[in-house]
């Protein structure tokens, strides 16, 4: 498994609710959201099975913490080698249940 | 005096060889083997019927035991290679030759014997491209083909998957050649005629029914929230645009989940009637529930799909359907159809290069075509006008002082493919492949100026608008995410192109991505598809959980 | 919804009463699997199982729901940790019902020793919790079925709620296949297996007391009925005249049907009409036991 965090700048997020999200099968990643004690910033900690992609995930994780208002949110992932479009739209499915949007 | 009639002197000579072994054109299957080296002779060409659908593999097995030292230098004139024993007759030294189409999952065989020097390949064609030579220069001598039925005089049933059969029958009949049938049945009284008699010299009961591969069902349980997604930037970004209402399909999970989204998201967006209307498509399973909701008018096949024949024939309104009641396909036709009579083509593709080249080759396989490039290939000698190809003209600012029309050719990828191989890169695999099996031309699917548009989970880039080849390649690198090819965009000129609506995201579109989900399927497994049919659907055992 | 699609957290989601799960061990306890970790294998924040407390029209129950897509719901050491534990805090608790909804393959491989020594605990704590006259429900119609030391947790529950898309069995297709060979079974004959192990035959054969249609409303309703049932008349306990017609009743049934090869051959000789078995909705199948 492949470890890193990344500390983000992003918006403080209006609601923070724990959230799990996803499932960790083949193709695919869970992605635990908590609030943490910071207000501009997200701290991602990403555990992959995929080696070598770091430099794609900063890119994925740095366009997430700019489009969403993340900001004092911790976002776990355990990750199965899900690819960019899954990661984007599994961040942004725990994000909208976490800020309250969704059910 | 000029004699006239080699050919068919030289048949009669044959069919006399074959004399001791058929009685009025019937063979005992356990005489296939003896009658295969009776009739071929050395330096023949061969066609043994087989596409990605029915296979002739009696006979294949049959020919792959014929002695090799008097049935020999053969060269093979045929849609695929796809049978172990296709292969087995090349590695026992039989041919020296092919000219082929689709070599499928002998792919990575095949590039070895190519590589080891032990078969020529003439040329790797589309199907009807290989028609088209059947005609000119490739005439099988001897034909083996595959039917459902034969009656007492030989004549034949091919019914839902008569596929290739005519083209090939047509030619190596009327050039003098012979034609030898493998059926499933002999029976006193054919539903209908697919095939007259006289067209053919031998026909054999297989002993097993002939192969056919369920190659266009896709399960609706497998297919993902992204590929809901490029379906709905498909549909609204596309469909709905242009009114494509005459298109072909390829085959694949994304081109399926368009199919699913027709009766829920097309219909929400009030697109019944306005698109999707006439076909040419194998009958996909997953098409049943827009036929049955009204939206589908019309469907011409390739060739049929395995548990899809009472469905068909339960619906003659849209599909084509003999006086008996059964389907008839027929590759050739379809495929003219889908590259004159068709606006609209969308596929899928392993890889995509800067120029819009994009090829399904891969270093280890020689796959080839199928029929693929006839549908992505704008078609110039059609004189038609529609209101899509009359669109895609103006977009493209074609013609010199007079109106011109283009066929809208569309890829529609997911920036990575499974374990995250990028689909865009800067160079195709082609281009090696090309070099290690001394290939004159790389093999390229779809031809980067044939292809208007690529949609990925990242939006649709309209290639019709660009000016330059330089906006071309940042619209492709725009669509192209979070891949080493897609990262290395121009992001401001991405952005300007955005601006002018080349490049259209998901939210540009108006689609929320949280709303790309299985449930706007129309069907989300197998078991609602034969639901959905009224029970007409009988899919195959391993497509069944129930 | 259908059932069979979605994962453990929806599942109990629409099972349950809305707003009522109560997780004990939740994932942002991140109670992982230290043997998947020293194999640096991808890891689960639940390990592939949720446990908790809910209400089922209004009464209180426990559940767990095992994750059928990480790592085929197997169960490993923690996970079989926490169903044990669920289990033991029912004596202390008392629910209705305890509802176990199965999604799983068996043990977990990768931790062979701590897996089978987790199910034994969890058939051990399952006799407990029905001895002190507690019932438990087995839900069945996930996509990994019931299989291995599961499939026998399966049994040993009062009642076994399933799907046709459910299976329930002991080794897999896929084991037999290898085991035995292919003339034996064939695993990727997907029908077959499913006229092999599916909710149908089990139910036809009384392994399964409830048929229900691929939904969670479904499963819902079939839990809440019994759940009803259980409630006004309590548990009896089994007698050994009991268990010894149970033992007789399969000895029967083993016997009647040793040489059968598939679904069909037992649809045959216990529905009157037994033609298009496959094809039935869960009402008509139910309707046929009816009739027989």
New interface residues.
Partial sequence: ?EKFTLTLKSVPAKSRR?T?CG???SG?L?V?V?PIGMEDACEIEV?T?AHGFRDIWEAVLNDFAKEHESGGLRL?I???GATPAVVSLRLSQAFEIASGDAP | MKQHDHLASNRLARLKRAAGISSNRLVATEHAVQLLGAVIEPGDRVCIEGNNQKQADFLARCIAKTDPSRVTGLHLVQSVLALPEHIDLIERGQVERIDFSFSGPQASRLALLVENKKIAIGAIHTYLELFARYFVDLTPRVALIAAQAADREGNLYTGPNTEDTPAIVEATAFKGGIVIAQVNEIVDRLPRVDIPADWVNFYIKAPTPHYIEPLFTRDP?LITEIQVLMGMIAIKGLYAEYGITRLNHGIGFDTAAIELLLPTYAADLGLKGKICTHWALNPHPTLIPAIESGFVKSVHCFGSEVGMERYTSARPDIFFVGADGSMRSNRAFSQAAGHYACDLFIGSTLQIDSHGNSSTATLDRIAGFGGAPNMGADARGRRHASPAWLRAGREAQLGAGIPRGKKLVVQIVETFREHMQPTFVEHLDAWELAKTADMELPPVMIYGDDLTHIITEEGIANLLLCRTQEEREQAIRGVAGYTPFGMSRDARMVENLRDRGIIRRAEDLGIRKRDAT?DLLAA??IKDL?RISG?LYDPP?????? | M?Y??A?A?TRIRGLVDAGTFEEFC???MRQTSPHLARL???????DGVAVGRARLSGHAILIAAQ?G??NGGSVGEVHGAKIRGLLDRALAERPSAVLLLIDSGGVRLHEANAGLIAISEIMRALLSVQAAGIPVFALVGGSCGAFGGMGIVTRLCNEVIMS??GRLSLSGPEVIETVKGVEEFDS???????RVT?G?LRRAQGDATRLVEDSIPAFRNAAAELMERYRVHSLPEKSLTDLLADQERLACRNMQFSNARDGQEVWDATLSDSTHV??LSSEEFNQRLLER
């Fill in positions: 498994m724990t799990l499932v960790v099968s695919n869970e635990l908590e555990s099975s776990s355990n990750d199965a | 349980a299985r989300r497994n034969v029970g055992a391993q497509f069944r959980n129930w | 259908s069979f699609e994962s957290r939740p994932p942002e640096n294998a991808p890891l689960s924040f639940d994750e897509r990480f046709e898309q990727r004959d997907r029908a077959l297996v499913w599916g149908k496959p094809e």
